[in-house]
């Protein structure tokens, strides 16, 4: 069976739980969650990095950093996981839904541009497979409209954009937050947990009482205010230790986890190459200004009826491909309050987009297997033998 994800070790982590329960403390912020922080913040120039429980934490921190009230509009793409639309809906946001491009998952700066309203707020940005977003095109909307953007970087770690001064910059470090996931489907794992990068000073102090269920708990443990309490909203946005344990376990071996990757990324493109050429499919697109930091390897069908075949196809060899987002804007939860409309090329996505099976312990035999698969499969598709 080749499932479509399966979580990996890879180092230390049973080993720094172990520490960490040895310690006497498995509450948050202690030394691993330190040594995190501070491991992404040289490794990528972030400037302030906050550990959280997960992604969606990291963005709902977002939302009440950026102030979001009642009747406050945020852009968001259409073609994206609930999580950075619901973040925002909290706060009691109205969601404008933006669409992708037509030649990748990404949100148009153009779409962006045109939903722009006198009650925008917020841009959030979601890097799709760890491939930047045109950060140059929505960073000038934010600035001329005095906007917030949040970057869903929750697939992006380790991943760049280069600006057209030839300035190459992590996701996440570019818009004034940009939240990351761990969770057992990413990259870098620790089963669920996540972290808010925080680029703009001004928020620094905030984020970390929001963080602490909103007491100045963290600047009473620098001896900065001789008691703690309540002086703002908040909630328990802070992983254990436990977690902070298994995430640095990993993050030691983030170049050999990167570089493994991009080994099953290549060896995927390079064996679907010739179906693509042929009008079969469509491989991704890494634009000029994105790295691939090779969170996922999808393919794009022709049709919503051929990408079913081809699961089931799949699913009789027991390989497991999967689907990604349903279009936010034709969810149940959306349709309540909402009319339906077509986002034509999130729905192109939603209906042909296809995820192959991709994680660290996936080898060469596996891959080529799923190739050969796919390949027969068109091949009985097209009648040539
Ligand atoms: C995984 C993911 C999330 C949610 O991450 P969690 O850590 O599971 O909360 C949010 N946005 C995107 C784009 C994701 O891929």
New binding site residues.
């Given amino acids: 069976m080749i499932p479509f994800n399966k979580p990996f070790i890879i180092g230390k982590e049973l080993k720094y739980i172990e520490e960490a329960v040895k310690s006497g403390k498995i509450s948050g912020d202690g030394i691993f969650t330190k040594k995190c922080q501070e491991f992404f913040q040289n490794r990528y120039s972030f400037s302030k990095v906050l550990l959280t429980t ?4 990291a ?1 709902e921190m977002a939302a009440i950093l950026c102030d979001i009230k009642e009747g406050d509009e945020v852009i968001v793409p259409s073609y ?2 609930v ?2 639309a619901n973040a925002f809906a909290l706060r009691g946001a109205k969601l404008v839904f933006a669409d992708s491009c037509s030649d990748n998952p990404n949100v148009d700066p153009e779409e962006i541009d045109r939903l722009i309203t006198d009650k925008t707020k917020v841009i959030v940005p ?1 890097h799709y497979a760890g491939v930047a977003c045109d950060m140059e095109a929505i960073m000038s909307l934010a600035e001329k409209y005095n906007l917030f953007v949040v970057e ?1 970087a ?2 992006a770690i380790d991943s760049y954009y280069t600006f057209s001064d030839g300035t190459k910059k992590a996701l996440g470090s570019i818009g004034h937050f940009g939240s990351f ?3 057992e ?2 990259n870098i794992i620790a089963g ?3 972290m808010l990068v925080i680029n703009d000073e001004r928020f620094f102090e905030r984020a970390e009482i929001i963080r602490e269920k909103g007491t100045n708990r963290s600047a009473f443990f620098r001896g900065e205010v001789n008691k703690y309490g309540w002086v703002d909203i908040g909630s328990s946005f802070l992983p254990s230790e436990i977690i902070s344990a298994f995430l640095y376990g990993q993050l030691e071996h983030l170049e050999e986890i990167q570089a493994r990757r991009i080994a099953i990324w290549d060896r995927y493109y390079d064996g679907l190459k010739y179906l693509a050429e042929e009008g079969f499919l469509q491989l991704p697109l890494i634009p000029d200004y994105a790295s691939n930091n090779a969170h996922m390897f999808y393919m794009v069908c022709r049709s919503y009826e051929e990408r079913t075949a081809l699961i089931q196809f799949m699913k009789e060899q027991d390989i497991h491909p999967v689907f990604h987002y349903l279009s936010l804007n034709k969810s149940d939860y959306f349709l309540k309050d909402n009319m339906e409309v077509d986002i034509i090329n999130s729905d192109y996505f939603t209906d042909c987009l296809l995820r192959l099976p991709f994680y660290y312990d996936l080898n060469e035999e596996q891959i080529d297997k799923i190739v050969n698969e796919i390949k027969e499969f068109y091949k009985i598709e097209s009648n040539f033998s």
Avoid: I, P, R
Wanted: glycine letters at 10%; charged letters at 20%.
């Fill in positions: 997960s992604c969606t934490d963005l994206t996981f999580s950075s979601v869903d929750a697939q996931s761990f969770h489907t990413k669920e947990g996540g």
